[in-house]
């Protein structure tokens, strides 16, 4: 089915997994932990300390990733991956900072946070966690780190430098992630040659750091901070396992036992006053990801997902997924309508009906099954998408209003650019068309083509006299100019 909608860089290339260590007495541990709070640095809001720059160049950065790694483009999963951030932000320290997400089409482990407020998510990590609450775990983690602004607090050079080394290891983080390897790590190294050291020292304390912060965000919003515990210790395993290849999350994130143990201790003195249980659903987008991991052996999916006794309604919704992508568009659709009633509160499964609708090109059925969904929900993006292109298959010109709305309201959304661009070309509205082209190119690094996208759209406005149009690209031509700017620090 068509979903709408690989980091595997080391730390600056200097950590490495040690896991030869033995677990620690719980008399040790304890002292370790006294001392450790002392050591760590003051937490503290980002809302207070974190500059535009850093904002701006985790934008680029964004930008430029988008244009050489590979994105899942899974709009159900993506909403439930936002809606779990937005349900740990209010206890993660972030502050004012907006977290933005992006999904990545890897199998391996892997999740990384970028300054700006920008958190990355293999396919691979909801194939490993077994359970919310370690999937949270990993997420509660890298909110950790993006709140107390651990790349920009990686250098201990004056602040004038700062975030040039920032932008110098940004850039070498992604070359890795876009295949570089050696090179994209060479190109971090030479950009903070001069902070290795320090870098060196603050590593471990910013893993501790990102721990301590991710525990307690996990136990105020409701999930037993022990799933931190589990996961690390799974991890752990898995890295023993693999011998020389640990999972890429430990390249940049090592777990030794001394780590594990402090962690397990941590967890044990925390309390959970209102415990959450969204395991169902989690199950469910687990079998998605799963699912498109093993696109070529669909059974591989069910046989792993049902290796963690998920809920049996979760094995019966990847098993409908997979009668859609076998063309039983009926019987799939006759599982997901009896799921949908047995759980009325999960938006997923009618918006997966509708996918499913679409994808078997019963167009008038999907938009019908959105229109539903969405007179009780409206603002609820994966059935706005999945509308949007069936509208765009019947009536062109809804379809462009319909869009219009969908990047107002989500202007960081690439795909809405590309619909949009596609529903303006078809209904007659050449010059927004371009426009839509133009933020499609500069969402996905290639600035340079949106500016002569815009010119273009300039034109055509002028040709046609509209002067909102012609305001409006004014505006985005000024913004455009500056994402370059900041484009050019990579």
């Known amino acids: 089915m068509r979903r709408f909608g690989c980091f595997t860089t080391r730390w600056l290339g200097i950590i490495t997994l040690t896991a030869s260590s033995v677990f620690a007495s719980d008399a ?33 950065w964004l930008r430029q990733f988008r ?40 199998p391996s482990l ?36 993006l ?31 876009s295949g570089a390897g050696d090179a994209g790590m060479a190109a971090a190294m030479s950009s903070q040659a001069a902070v290795m050291q320090d870098q060196l020292a603050y590593s471990r304390r910013f893993e501790e750091e990102a721990d301590r912060v991710g ?90 997902l049902k290796e963690e006794d998920p809920d049996p309604d979760a094995v019966r919704y990847l098993e409908a997924l997979i009668m859609a992508e076998n063309g039983q568009t009926d019987q799939a659709l006759q599982a997901m309508d009896r799921l949908a009633r047995q759980h009325p509160d999960f938006t997923a499964l009618p918006a997966s009906a509708a996918e499913v609708a679409f994808e078997a090109r019963r167009y008038d059925d999907a938009i019908s099954r959105s229109q539903q969904l969405l007179r009780l929900i409206p603002n609820y993006l994966p059935a706005q998408l999945i509308m949007a292109e069936a509208q765009l298959q019947r009536d062109p010109q809804a379809a462009f209003a319909q869009l219009r ?17 596609d529903a303006a070309g078809r209904s007659g509205h050449n010059g927004w068309g371009h426009l839509a082209r133009a933020e499609y190119l500069q969402l996905t690094g290639r600035v340079d083509r949106g500016i002569q996208q815009l010119d273009i759209a300039r034109d055509t406005a002028e040709q046609q006299g509209d002067d909102n149009l012609l305001g409006r690209i004014a505006q985005r031509r000024e913004a455009f100019m500056d994402y370059r700017e900041a484009l050019d620090k990579f």
């Open 67 to 106: 244009a050489q790694v590979p994105q899942w483009q899974d709009a159900i999963s993506h909403y439930y991956l936002d809606g779990l951030i937005a349900r740990l932000a209010p206890y993660s320290q972030l502050g004012g900072l907006k977290a933005q997400t992006i999904m990545v089409d890897s």
């Open 215 to 304: 525990l307690q965000t996990l136990a105020d919003a409701g999930y037993d901070p022990e799933a931190m515990v589990r996961m690390f210790r799974d991890m752990l395993n898995m890295a023993r396992l693999q011998g020389s290849t640990p999972p890429e999350f430990l390249l940049t994130h090592p777990i030794t036992d001394n780590r594990l143990s402090d962690t397990q201790a941590r967890a044990a003195r925390l309390e959970v006053s209102h415990r959450r249980d969204n395991s169902l659903l989690y199950d469910m987008m687990r079998g998605r990801a799963l699912l498109h991991i093993h696109a070529n052996n669909p059974q591989d999916a069910v046989t792993r």
């Open 28 to 60: 040790s541990v304890a002292q370790r932990l006294t001392q450790n709070d002392t050591q760590l640095p003051t937490l503290r809001s980002s809302s207070d300390v974190v500059s535009n720059e850093e904002i701006r160049l985790g934008q680029a």
């Open 110 to 145: 892997n999740a990384f946070a970028v300054p700006g407020g920008i958190i990355g998510v293999n396919a691979g990590l909801f194939a490993f966690a077994a359970d919310e609450g370690a999937f949270a775990s990993v997420l509660a983690h890298e909110m950790g780190h």
């Open 147 to 177: 709140s107390q602004r651990h790349y920009a607090r990686g250098s201990a050079r004056a602040e004038q430098n700062q975030l040039p080394a920032m932008a110098g290891m940004l850039a070498g983080l992604l070359l890795a992630a």
């Open 405 to 421: 709305d969908i990047t107002t309201q989500h202007p960081e959304t690439p795909y809405a650019f590309d619909l949009l661009a």
